[in-house]
């Protein structure tokens, strides 16, 4: 059985220069980061460090004041439902009612 590897420039998830604040208050400075299919990512911090704030930006809750983000090769800004298409989240607190 043989394993397919992605080639190191096939990303599902990328974030470039991404940058958020609140009321001036900056919550994201040039936050940049990219996945390839298989890999996993663990976000660790105190609390204000910008978890919460990716990962919203990540799945659409939020917009970037700069930056951008693709995913599946769809830009999120331009083809927001395309690119949320191809992304499951489950997030910590549920909401549902």
Known sequence: MTEHTAPASDTVLKAE????AYNGKPALKGVSLSL??????????????GKSTLLQLLTGL???D???ITV???DMRQHPARALAGLGVVFQQSALD
Not at 17 to 20: E, P, Q, S, T
Not at 36 to 49: F, K, Q, S, T, Y
Request: charged share 10%.
């Open 17 to 20: 220069g991404l940058h958020k």
């Open 36 to 49: 390839r299919p298989g890999e996993m990512v663990a976000l660790l911090g105190p609390n204000g460090a």
């Open 66 to 68: 700069q930056g951008a």
């Open 62 to 64: 939020f917009t970037p």
């Open 72 to 74: 599946l090769g769809q």
